[in-house]
């Protein structure tokens, strides 16, 4: 059984730059479809990004579109979440999750293994 979890959350002023990792272990993430999701207080569980096993293909929420980059380094079993310019609205508890899609995607339920998550906390 694969198991997450995220690191690299923190505290940071709006317009700055922030790295999430997602480290995989007990087994390999190499042929699996890998995403970010967010979770604010009070809110559902929203889709950040994505990317399919080959790295080839993303897939990104318009609210993060071409301030986020999302990419993964399988010899390493890890998943990245490149966060730029970042504001307010994108705090959350960010989640690292792995699908048996074969194809990327972007529900919460095409997901069935999650990290703990890591709180992102931007302040304006």
């Known amino acids: 059984q694969v198991q997450l979890i995220e690191s690299g959350g923190g505290f940071v002023q709006a317009g700055g730059s922030l790295k999430l990792s997602c480290a995989a272990s007990?087994?390999?993430?190499?042929?699996?479809?890998m995403g970010w999701f967010r979770q604010a207080p009070g809110k559902e569980r929203k889709f950040v990004a994505a990317i399919s096993w080959t790295g080839g293909t993303t897939y990104y929420a318009d609210s993060v579109k071409g301030r986020f980059t999302i990419s993964r380094d399988n010899s390493k079993n890890r998943v990245y979440l490149q966060m730029n310019r970042l504001k307010p609205e994108d705090t959350a508890v960010y989640y690292c999750?792995?699908?048996?899609?074969?194809?990327?995607?972007?529900?919460?339920?095409?997901?069935?293994?999650w990290g703990p998550g890591t709180q992102v906390t931007v302040s304006s």
């Open positions: 007990g087994g390999t993430i190499s042929t699996t479809v």
């Open positions: 999750a792995g699908s048996r899609a074969t194809r990327v995607a972007t529900t919460p339920q095409d997901y069935d293994t």
